[in-house]
């Protein structure tokens, strides 16, 4: 029964997240479409060996590669040469430099530990590192995980209070957390606080690879990835079930939710939005009043290059949406994508992380490249000249050519989305 459900789980389950993505023609380069920002090339250099996630500690920002378990240093806006930390790391399918987040100096990082760099896979690990402005320093495991299959080993992690949370999918798993009635292996389909550990934060989650809180609210919220239909955005409270394996997206019926094994007190609700046909979701990231989207949440995926919007309501617990077809909390086959496609051509983008200016930078796991998102009147400012900020910043798209672009990019967009439901 067991090995039927793997198989049955893997073969409809598995999707090529930043595994093996597939690159789109996007060479140009990405585009926003608001016209009320602009979109920097941060970093003149390329980041090698697939950045999946960032930190910033103060204005330096640390990027794992997810191949070599290297971490590197962006600082002034240039790649630092040496590493600042240099692990032995599995690569195959999903695993690899998964995730990392930091609190003041304290800088946690997740990732498949291997004997050497590409070598067979022994486990998930959570270091805590000290962060003494060169390196990262003192190690201390905090936590292991799984990583008995070569996907679902998630990764995300942030941090509120002090507090720090990290994310686990079901890495083959079909047991009590996953809404099952069988016994199986402990510390997968959660969120879980790491420090100081806790208990399961939220159960029945399939992978994910995007955690965020909201700063004016703290309240938690995450991307989920589904099999062949529902990636999901949830709002996640404490005890938290988001249903997998019996329920991925939103279901009306009420039986459906209670048949769902009770695993002690977590309680079911549905997703805040679902893509019903999946996009591959990854990081979940707050707007900032520096950029005018204070009431936005910003998210990427593998699939399509796509940086998602959404507005969230007055209580900031949902989104509204304007499109008629979207009020009902899901991207249908033929439904309109404009009002939350707020950007495309980052290819497999895997990070998205407000930065001390109040800027959000996006990493781009496929090409290599760190972006910044930042108010469009200062792009058309020239940077400035003779100070240690004056950073080496290329405007790769500058206003006119979003205006340009971006008419013809939405076009072609919307072909393509009509393409792939066909
Ligand atoms: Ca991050
Ligand atoms: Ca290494
Ligand atoms: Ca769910
Ligand atoms: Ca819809």
Known sequence: MRALLLILCISMSFIPAFAS?????QSSGPVLYDKSLALQRYLKEGIPNSPTTMTFVGKDILVLERYTGLVRLVRDGQLVPEPVLDVSVAKDGERGMLGITSVDNDVYVYYTAAEFDAGRAIENRIFKYTWNGEKLVDPVLLKTLPSDNFYHNGGAMTHWNGQVYAVIGDNGNYGHLQNNDEDWKDDTSVILRIDPPGPYYAIGIRNSFGLAFD????????????????????????????????????????????????????????????????????????????????DKIFTLDCNTGNLYRFTLNSQRDGFVFETPQLQDLVLNIDDPADEIIAGTGFGCATDIERGPDGFLYILSLSQGALYRIVPAAMAEQPAPQGTPDNLPIQYVIVISAILAAGAGAAVILKGRLKKKSA
């Open 21 to 25: 993505h597939t690159q789109n023609s």
């Open 215 to 294: 700063p004016l609210t703290g309240n938690l919220w995450d991307t989920e990835n589904g099999p062949d239909e529902y990636d999901e955005i949830n709002l996640v409270p404490d005890k938290f079930n988001s249903g997998w394996m019996k329920i991925m997206g939103p279901t009306d019926n009420q039986t459906r939710i209670d048949l769902l094994p009770k695993y002690k007190d977590y309680a079911y609700n549905n997703p805040e939005f679902s893509w019903f046909r999946t996009v591959g979701p990854t990081a979940i990231e707050f707007g900032t009043p520096e950029i005018g989207q204070a």
